[in-house]
């Protein structure tokens, strides 16, 4: 259905815009957007339910961050207090979706720091840096940014065989790429991804998460230096090449966390873990059916909280918490040149060639991530990401997070989606979530310290679940079944079999190897499955003379370098020899797109030259003419008719394919 109307004087937005207004909010009289000018009768209160309604949200429309009503003076300290209370008020779903958002990005950070190598500082720091950043400079307001685990597998090799000097380097080149990416506004690159591509993405997203939890429920120690984390790389992640084939058992290294020897915690602590685990899950499933005041999942994580420090522990049990995982803290955000913690390579053209692989799959990743990840929320809220913008901000944000010792990152799939159905669907979430985590990590790491992972499970199972596109699994098994299967179950979804896959050797790839290389593949193969369709619909109808003095041939379809093969078997030469000494070949319904059609074309005037036939072409579209007038040399000594110089006879008879 249609968003809601916004009728009434509501201000409209159309075409290119690089601002962050949304042309399908309700609010757009109501929030204040940076240079907006508002006039004496527009109003000024917010109309919760237009949007609430149909979104799911209350209060605040995707867009920017912004007031409750039209910025005045305020007239003294208990007006200021009504209004710093009144902003708390309507932005609450944006603050506890942030804190929600940076609560649950801690043991992913610890998981991803694991996977690359590195100190889960580096990860931590990363994160918080491309939040703020991406959050309030990018294009799709209510994404959340940070490390994610398709970039730390791309890492892990440059660090394994460099050094982590080495990977800050890397990281800063990948942002001047996507700072490039976005100056030279490539973003509508998003065109030729295709939906199966997306889907495929975020299920093997979803899927990765799941695995990733693995790691837990196994024994381990507190990592807390550099040195513990080389040796469990050392000894329990298989070696990783782009292309080099996985070791027996392994099936890439995100599939690692199963594949791995670590021994399995005792039966009564897993028991216990996955009570608090289910407790977590169950709560951020039925929570959103009875209110939406407050984010279901942050609930999960203090109710999983309450139960292992009330029931649990009392019974003599206990659980793992963040700290028994990794000790939770920063380093001061300096540059990392000024820094003597790291061993940094030197500036040369051998440290360039040791690091631009590394730097081009970070930013190919980043950018694939971020925008599959604006076009999902984009589906989301009704609204459109500015793609352009999205690639400056996290380029700026990927830059500044290598120049500072992180590890960068991109665009987080499964916490934006959840961050956006909290409620978070305006950049106050992303820099709350940011500043959040500068608390967390700097000043007060106690206040998540002792949350049970147990819990962090049950959450990031819940964000797993609503990263994987059920419909498509739907589609996937309407498409394998049979006709017969499919009435009996009422399974009605079927799609091409080239979707479906695309859409599993997404999830196989990324899992294999990454996610660069799984778009890659699902891109070439969705653009060839295409080609190989368009290139079918081409048509062409004889038509003839009752005197039998002329032919005619219409030309109907796309003629591409795709459609150059099926033209050929159409008009084939043994059919041409016994045609009329007059041929006309009407264009009227053809696009010319390539050199190849035009050369197709060329060679069929050719082939009627040398038959001693007379040759004209009709009804060129404009387009097309367009494209040949450009190559005007190959044309001379072509004849092209007007449609006013053209004279067809009505009695022409229509000669069936099958006479062809």
Known sequence: PPPPSEDDGTRTYSGDHDDDSRPHSPYNNARMHNGDVFSDDEPTEVDESAYSSYYGYTFLAPGDMRCFCRPTRATGMKDLGIRTGQWFVVNKDQILSGLNAAIINIPENIAFAVLAGIHPTICLQSSWIMALIAGLLGGRPGTISGTTGAIAVVASTLITEQGVGYLFFAVMLAGMIQLIFGILRLGKVIRIIPYPVIVGFANATGI??????????????????????????????????LLEAASPLSFGISMTPIT???????????????????????????????????????????????????????????????????????????????????????????????????????????????????????????????????????????????????????????????????????????????????????????????????????????????TVNWNSIVCILSTAFPQCLRNKLNFHSKIARTDVFVMVMMIGVTLYVDLAVAVAGGVAISLIAYTWESGLHLRVEREVTEEEDMVTYNISGPLFFGSVKPLEEMIPNDMLVNEPTNVMIVLEETEVFDWSGMVALKELHERLIQLQKAVKFSYITHTSKRIMEKSSRMWEDVHFMDAEDIEMDDDMVIVDDEEM
């Open 208 to 241: 990765s998460i799941a695995i990733a939890m693995v790691n837990f429920f196994r024994e381990h120690t507190a990592l807390q230096g550099t040195s513990e984390i080389e040796q469990v790389i050392a000894e329990r992640v298989p070696t990783r090449a």
């Open 260 to 466: 791995n020897n670590m021994p399995w915690l005792s039966a009564d602590v897993l028991i216990c873990m996955g009570s608090e685990a289910a407790l977590a899950l169950l709560v951020c499933l039925m929570l959103p059916k009875l209110t939406m005041l407050i984010p279901s999942s942050l609930v999960g994580l203090i109710m999983a909280t309450i139960g292992e420090y009330a029931v649990v522990r009392p019974l003599g049990y206990r659980t793992d918490t963040i700290k028994d995982l990794a000790i939770v803290d920063g380093i001061v955000p300096i540059p990392v040149f000024f820094s003597d913690i790291y061993e940094l390579p030197s500036f040369s053209w051998e440290t360039l060639r040791l690091i631009y692989v590394t730097a081009f799959g970070i930013a190919s990743i980043a950018l694939m991530e971020s925008f599959m990840t604006i076009s999902i929320v984009d589906r989301i809220t009704h609204s459109d990401g500015n793609y352009n913008r999205e690639a400056l901000a996290q380029g700026l944000a990927q830059l500044l997070s290598g120049a500072l010792g992180g590890m960068g990152g991109s665009a987080k799939i499964g916490q934006t989606i959840i961050n956006v159905r909290n409620g978070g669907v305006t950049r106050l979430a992303g820099v709350i979530c940011a500043l959040f985590l500068v608390v967390i990590i700097y000043g007060a790491p106690a206040i998540v310290e002792n949350i049970p992972i147990g819990g962090l499970i049950g959450v990031m199972l819940y964000v797993c679940l609503n």
